[in-house]
Structure formats: structure tokens, C-alpha cells
């Protein structure tokens, strides 16, 4: 005599439930997963490879700049911070409110020499380097830092939570992103 065993209603659907459940899961993280691939703050071998292009093209341009900008910290030696865009050159003096002008016609053409620069950067912070930003890209967001000799790149960069490094040449580094936000946050203000 065979026994037949009837599966009740429940405990099939709880199984179903389960099951659909943990395919939901696994498409959530593989959606996720392939969105960070694309989109997210890892190191792009190919945006690496165009910065490194453009700087070399116009390092002459670049290293006007950070002179521009040593000038503006010579002539601000209480600033903590220093942000120069297209349309504002702002100083932060250390306990006091950001004060921003209009770039001269000779800023405003230097700065249009450089392609692609959001905004340039110096903080009293970082020790006489000067940072071009460039964040009109899409994430992730790559830096090209001047720094003065005897910098260990390597150990600035994790120390900031940059992700990669690149000689640029003397002085010049490409910097990757820093994928954590709060620290990118941190880093610029």
C-alpha cells in the first residue's frame, strides 16, 4: 500500500513566496552591482587616459594657473581656502566668511585655457598644493594636483581617500576619485 502525501495550499505558497522572494534579491544586487560598473566611483582606465591627454596638451596652461594661484595665496597668507571657477575667485580667510570677486579678463582667459576644469582649489590644509577639479563629469570625478617636490603621492592620496594616482610628469599628479562622499566632502571644504 503507497502512501500519497497531498502538499497543502500553505506550504506551497510559502515555498512559491521564497523562492520569488530570493529572485527578487538577486536581481536587486545584480541591478546594483552592474549600475556601480558603469556609474560608479571605481577607477576608468579611459578617463584616466583622456585627463592625461588634455593636461599634456595644454601643461603650459596648467602650470600658469598654479602660478595665478600661488600669487593668490601669497597675497592672502591668512586664507584657508581659496576656490577659483569661471565666474568667482572666493578667499576664505581662517575665522572669517568667503569674500568672491570677478576674475580679471587675464584670469578668466587663463582659466578658459584649461579644458574641462570645474574649479581650482588651494587650501591651507594641503600644504602649498593646488588641485584642479573636474567635476562637470559625470561620477567618478578625477583631480590633477600640483604638488611641491618631495610629496609621497602615494601616501597623500590614501591618506585623502583617493582611489588611484598618475604621474603627470614633475610636480603634476592625476588623482582618482574619492568613492566615499563624506570624504570627498570633507576633502574640499
Known amino acids: 500500500m503507497t502512501t500519497s502525501r497531498r502538499r497543502s495550499p500553505v506550504r506551497i505558497l510559502l515555498v512559491t513566496l521564497i523562492a520569488l522572494a530570493t529572485l527578487f534579491l538577486a536581481f536587486r544586487v545584480a541591478v546594483i552591482a552592474s549600475?556601480?560598473?558603469h556609474f560608479g566611483s571605481g577607477f576608468d582606465h579611459r578617463r584616466f587616459d583622456k585627463l592625461e591627454t588634455e593636461f599634456d596638451n595644454t601643461q603650459a596652461a596648467f602650470s600658469e594657473a598654479e602660478g595665478r594661484m600661488r600669487e593668490l595665496a601669497a597675497a592672502h597668507p591668512q586664507a584657508e581656502r581659496i576656490v577659483w571657477t569661471r565666474a568667482w575667485i572666493c578667499v576664505r580667510d581662517a575665522?572669517?566668511?568667503?569674500?568672491?570677486?570677478?576674475?580679471?579678463?587675464?584670469?578668466?582667459?587663463?582659466?578658459?585655457?584649461?579644458?574641462?576644469?570645474?574649479?581650482?582649489?588651494?587650501?591651507?590644509?594641503?600644504q602649498e598644493r593646488t588641485f584642479f577639479c573636474f567635476y562637470g563629469e559625470d561620477p567618478p570625478r578625477y583631480t590633477i594636483m600640483h604638488a611641491p617636490d618631495g610629496t609621497d603621492v602615494k601616501a597623500f592620496a590614501k591618506d585623502r581617500g583617493f582611489r588611484s594616482t598618475r604621474s603627470l610628469g614633475q610636480g603634476w599628479v592625476l588623482l582618482g576619485p574619492i568613492p566615499d562622499l563624506d570624504r570627498e566632502n570633507e576633502q574640499w571644504q
Not at 100 to 112: G, H, K, N, S, V
Open 35 to 37: 549600475l556601480e560598473v
Open 95 to 126: 575665522g572669517r566668511a568667503e569674500v568672491c570677486q570677478r576674475p580679471t579678463p587675464d584670469d578668466e582667459a587663463m582659466y578658459l585655457a584649461l579644458p574641462s576644469t570645474d574649479r581650482i582649489v588651494r587650501q591651507a590644509k594641503d
